[in-house]
């Protein structure tokens, strides 16, 4: 029983492995730089102010990319269609995490390596836009560009063989639990 439980729990595992469709993981990089400095003959601190408000925006860009407006423009502007279960599924969809004060990088997942040079392309424009949109409401006081890299796409096979020597000794470990439970009602009828 012991033996049985193990390879069939190995063997599902293995062709629930090989049955999964492919994705590929993408890696966005966006460099937040600062438009323009207010003109002036005093010292500006080696830009140090410029690099604070880089800094500020590169924060606004990574909670952007948490918004589900923001994703659903995105999804738009590329074209693709997704079907989101609930507001949650359109805040896990990228995972942004600021880097440095003017670095955000973007990680997410897509079915075809196409699909996912569309949504890259649409991030940096969505981005973009939002800042233009800043720009405009303070007057152009604030302006930024965000700058967006190729993206890096690599293709995420999952370990099939991994897969079925993890399932085979959960497998084992199910098994004699099984084992035990049946001796143990065996034991306790018979008493």
Same mark, same amino acid.
């Given at each position: 029983m012991i033996i049985a439980v193990a390879l069939l729990t190995?063997?599902? &595992?293995?062709?629930?492995?090989?049955? @999964?469709?492919?994705?590929?993981?993408?890696?966005?990089?966006?460099?937040?730089?600062? #438009?323009?400095? @207010?003109?002036?003959?005093?010292?500006?601190?080696?830009?140090?102010?410029?690099? @604070?408000?880089?800094e500020i925006m590169a924060d606004s860009v990574e909670q952007w990319l948490k918004s589900p407006e923001v994703v659903n423009a995105v999804y738009r502007k590329a074209q693709i269609?997704?079907?989101?279960?609930?507001?949650?599924?359109?805040?896990?969809?990228?995972?942004?995490?600021?880097? &440095?004060? @003017?670095?955000v990088e973007v990680k997410f997942s897509a079915f075809a390596k196409e699909e996912a040079e569309k949504i890259s392309r649409a991030i940096i424009e969505v981005v973009n836009s939002k800042a233009e949109a800043l720009k405009k409401n303070s007057a152009e006081e604030v302006s930024f560009s965000v700058?967006?890299?190729?993206?890096?796409?690599?293709?995420? #096979?999952? #370990?099939?063989?991994? #897969?079925?020597?993890i399932g085979f000794i959960s497998g084992l470990a199910l098994g004699i639990f099984m084992v035990f439970w049946k001796e143990y009602f065996k034991e306790d009828g018979e008493d």
């Amino acid at each position: 029983m012991i033996i049985a439980v193990a390879l069939l729990t190995g063997l599902f &595992s293995f062709i629930f492995s090989a049955i @999964q469709p492919i994705k590929y993981e993408t890696s966005l990089s966006l460099l937040i730089s600062k #438009n323009k400095t @207010q003109e002036t003959d005093d010292f500006k601190y080696d830009g140090y102010y410029a690099l @604070q408000a880089s800094e500020i925006m590169a924060d606004s860009v990574e909670q952007w990319l948490k918004s589900p407006e923001v994703v659903n423009a995105v999804y738009r502007k590329a074209q693709i269609n997704f079907d989101f279960e609930n507001i949650k599924s359109y805040t896990k969809k990228f995972k942004a995490r600021k880097m &440095s004060s @003017q670095y955000v990088e973007v990680k997410f997942s897509a079915f075809a390596k196409e699909e996912a040079e569309k949504i890259s392309r649409a991030i940096i424009e969505v981005v973009n836009s939002k800042a233009e949109a800043l720009k405009k409401n303070s007057a152009e006081e604030v302006s930024f560009s965000v700058i967006g890299t190729d993206p890096v796409i690599v293709e995420d #096979n999952s #370990n099939l063989f991994l #897969n079925l020597f993890i399932g085979f000794i959960s497998g084992l470990a199910l098994g004699i639990f099984m084992v035990f439970w049946k001796e143990y009602f065996k034991e306790d009828g018979e008493d």
